[in-house]
């Protein structure tokens, strides 16, 4: 049988929550770690992008003054070179040149022509309108400084500075113009550019760019991309913040496009391609690292969840076993009931076995032979289950089927199934004997929402089918309120003869009537149980009950008990010859304390035997004859008198009657019926008895006498008395004191 204790999701269910935890988290770090490096970025190029501005305006400031000293440069060497006119070859002037550090040295006469110069060619070269020189020789001033421009014989572009003697002489002094950009360089922008990529080797291109003036320099590694304008995203430009994002080129890049400010204003935006490949292979081998450090804590746990799983497996099979048989215990068809009852739409039943008499095997045979026949009841039991039953051990000769069908029928047929596996004797320790089942069917409808309901049903089923005899029965509602009403009643008995509430048991009184005197000679207690919960209950119910449950002795000396004080108070009221018949069954007549304890209790209330009558039914008698005829005869002993209940209705003859010691019988009502409903007066049989009773020298009492026909009848053929509602119902004491008085 395959017991399903532990549920697998407990187990499969944390992991995999686990799991989604740990991607989650996952991806929340690495999305940390990711924008924490990008942040990096950022933070970089905008500290860049400051030193940047501080270049860009430092170079602007430099390029004015750089120029200036350029001129004043200028300016000196030409006025100084003025001094030294007397150079008149060119290699003196060479070293002239060299020693002023200048590129070149040119003097020209007043009409303009270049009579020596630091230029091998130069030498007779003759300035023309339209040209600088030109211009110069004609204006007045003394000084001029040029615009950088190229020499007109070899091309080269120079900045010049010219000086005009006293005599109308010029002196020109020239700077190489790739000097001059190169210091001046120094200072522009492309060079700040320059820096940022030398001091950073993880951007691979710098842009600097000014929309107002149109103009975009770019920097760095090519990309593959041929126009930089393409490149460069426009809307991000100008901004006021710093903006960042994944390059689209290539998503190895990063791109940052960073205000640059000078004096509060936007001049322009620089833009850097960041290369993020190394921070990506850092970011992919610290999640390697972690995911590995990870996934073997997890193994670790998952392993150690499996090993507790397995434990704790193993401890619930221990718990929802039976030892015994090896069956699943009432433990686990409390875990598992409900569920069973949710499973399907299919009609579900409760199947509860009971072995007979299994106290009985227990007591004969001893403990082990009844284990035993547990152990081969079970082993039986689990031949007929088949896929949809299951079975379990309830608690000690009971088992518990669950099974699904279609149809009344078919439970039907399954406990017939089981019943015949008992058809075979058992056979233990050499000990043979077939082995009696009961089986109680439960459906388990939707009105039953627990175990414990349908169990009590079970038992109720299990319990009638002992009172009636039989092996399967279905429970139905007017068992279980029968069962129900009798287990209250008994409730209530008990508490009557533990000496609680008992007012609730009351005796009525009915009257007999003398017919040769026509006086009241005795009267008959009937018992009362006024219940709780259903009112008035008559004898014919509670006294069979008390019976059954072996209550009726205690319960009887209650009623004796009740009886002596009521024959008391009509002797205190003067009755001094009434006498009272009880009756009582065959279980109080038979205890062998009957007689000591009744006579204890005449010798407390100081009675005489006399004023009772025991009233004794006809079917006692099939019991040991002469036990009771024994017992007879000890009470009558002691004055009290013996009379036999509903004569003419059992197994006893006037024979038997012959041999007892009894000393009057009692009609039954169907003989006094007879005398109402039967015109021909010879088909009666009353008169019949009366005379045999009178034979025997027996008193005769006709019971339940309800018609003057009856009446007459019974006075003609000299019945001795008579009992009915003809003359008298059963009266409560205080009426029966009024009655008696009246009389
Ligand atoms: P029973 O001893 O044969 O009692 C006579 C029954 O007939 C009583 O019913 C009584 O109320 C009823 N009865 C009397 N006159 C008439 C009548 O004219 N017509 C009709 N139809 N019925 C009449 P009750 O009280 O229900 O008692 C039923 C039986 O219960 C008694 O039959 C007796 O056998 C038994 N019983 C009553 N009290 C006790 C008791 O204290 N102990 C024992 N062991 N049995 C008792
Ligand atoms: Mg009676
Ligand atoms: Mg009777």
């Known amino acids: 049988m395959n017991i399903k204790i532990i549920d697998k999701r407990t187990l499969i269910v944390p992991i995999l929550v686990s799991i989604i935890i740990f991607i989650f988290l996952g991806q929340i770090v690495y999305i940390g770690i990711r924008d924490h490096f990008y942040d990096r970025v950022r933070e970089l190029s905008i500290h860049l992008a400051k030193g940047y501005s501080y270049s860009i305006q430092n170079s602007i400031n430099s390029e004015f003054l750089f120029e200036q000293l350029i001129e004043d440069k200028l300016l000196l060497a030409s006025e100084t070179t003025a001094i030294y006119t007397q150079i008149e070859d060119r290699s003196s002037l060479v070293l002239y040149a060299q020693s002023l550090r200048v590129d070149e040295i040119n003097l020209y006469n007043p009409q303009g022509v270049l009579v020596l ?18 211009d110069f020789i004609l204006r007045p001033d003394r000084t001029m400084i040029e615009n950088i421009r190229a020499n007109y014989v070899t ?22 113009a790739s000097k001059i950009n190169e210091l001046i360089g120094v200072l522009t922008t492309d060079h700040a550019l320059k820096d940022i990529l030398d001091s950073n080797s993880s ?32 809307n991000y430009i ?22 640059i400010m000078i004096d509060q204003n936007n001049v322009g935006t620089l833009i850097l391609y960041h290369e993020m490949d190394e921070q990506n292979e850092a970011l992919v081998q610290l999640l390697y690292v972690g995911f590995s450090v990870l996934a073997i804590m997890y193994f670790l746990l998952a392993y150690a969840y499996i090993v507790h799983f397995n434990k704790n497996k193993q401890l619930s099979e221990v718990a929802y076993i039976d030892d015994l048989t090896q069956l699943p215990n009432d433990l686990y068809l409390q875990k598992t009931f409900e569920q069973f009852k949710e499973k399907t739409d299919q009609e579900k039943s409760l199947i509860m076995l009971n072995i007979d008499e299994f106290r009985t095997i227990n007591v004969t045979y001893g403990y082990h032979h009844g284990n035993q026949i547990l152990v081969e009841t079970a082993n039986r039991l689990k031949k007929v289950l088949e896929h949809s039953q299951t079975l379990f051990r309830w608690e000690g000769d009971r088992f518990v089927f669950l099974i699904e069908s279609d149809h009344q029928t078919d439970q039907f047929e399954f406990a017939n199934k089981i019943l015949q596996q008992f058809k075979q004797a058992f056979d233990i320790d050499d000990i043979k004997k077939v082995i009696r089942v009961k089986l109680g069917i439960v459906p388990l409808e939707k009105s039953i929402s627990s175990l414990q309901q349908a169990i009590q049903k079970a038992m109720i089923t299990l319990e009638y089918e002992r009172l009636v005899d039989k092996d399967i029965f279905v429970f139905n509602e007017d068992i279980a309120s029968a069962m129900i009403r009798e287990t209250n009643i008994v409730k209530e008995l008990q508490d009557i003869i533990e000496g609680n509430n008992q007012e609730r048991l009351s005796l009525v009184f009915q009257p007999q009537l003398d017919l040769k005197t026509n006086k009241i000679t005795g009267l008959e207690a009937l018992s009362r149980l006024n219940s709780d919960q259903y009112g008035s209950i008559n004898p014919a119910e509670f006294i069979d009950i008390a019976e059954k449950h072996y209550l009726i002795y205690d319960l009887g000396k209650v009623v004796f008990n009740k009886a002596i004080t009521t024959i008391n108070e009509l002797i205190s009221l003067g009755y001094k010859d009434i006498r009272v018949a009880v009756n009582v069954s065959g279980i109080q007549l038979l205890h062998d304390q009957f007689v000591n304890d009744l006579l204890i209790l005449l010798k407390k209330y100081k009675l005489s035997g006399k004023h009772i009558e025991i009233e004794i039914t006809e079917s006692i008698l099939m019991n040991d ?20 209940d509903d004569f003419g209705t059992g197994y006893s003859s006037f024979f038997t009657i012959s041999e007892l010691h009894v000393d009057s019988i009692k009609i039954n009502r169907s003989f006094v019926r007879q005398i109402y409903t039967q015109m021909d007066e010879q088909k009666m049989i009353a008169r019949e008895i009366i005379q045999l009773a009178h034979k025997l020298g027996l008193r005769i009492v006709a019971e339940e006498v309800e018609h003057d026909k009856e009446y007459q009848y019974l006075l003609k053929h000299q019945c001795d008395c008579i009992q009915g509602y003809y003359f008298c119902r059963p009266l409560q004491s205080h009426d029966l004191y009024k009655f008696l008085g009246n009389r």
């Open 203 to 234: 951007i691979a291109l710098a842009c600097y760019a000014q929309p107002e003036q149109n103009e975009l320099s770019c920097l760095g590694d090519d990309l593959g991309v041929n126009n930089y304008e393409n490149l460069i995203k426009e």
């Open 155 to 176: 091309g080269i572009e120079y900045k010049y500075g010219y000086y005009k003697l006293e005599n109308g002489n010029i002196i020109q002094i020239g700077l190489l």
């Open 117 to 134: 110069s630091t230029m091998p060619e130069g030498t007779q070269w003759q300035t023309f309108e339209g040209h600088p020189i030109y």
């Open 238 to 259: 100008n901004q006021s913040e710093v903006i960042g994002l994944v390059s689209t080129v290539d998503s190895s890049l990063y791109e940052l496009y960073v205000p």
């Open 625 to 644: 004859m002469q036990r009771i005829n024994r017992t007879l005869e000890q009470l009558r002993a002691h004055e009290i008198s013996i009379s036999i």
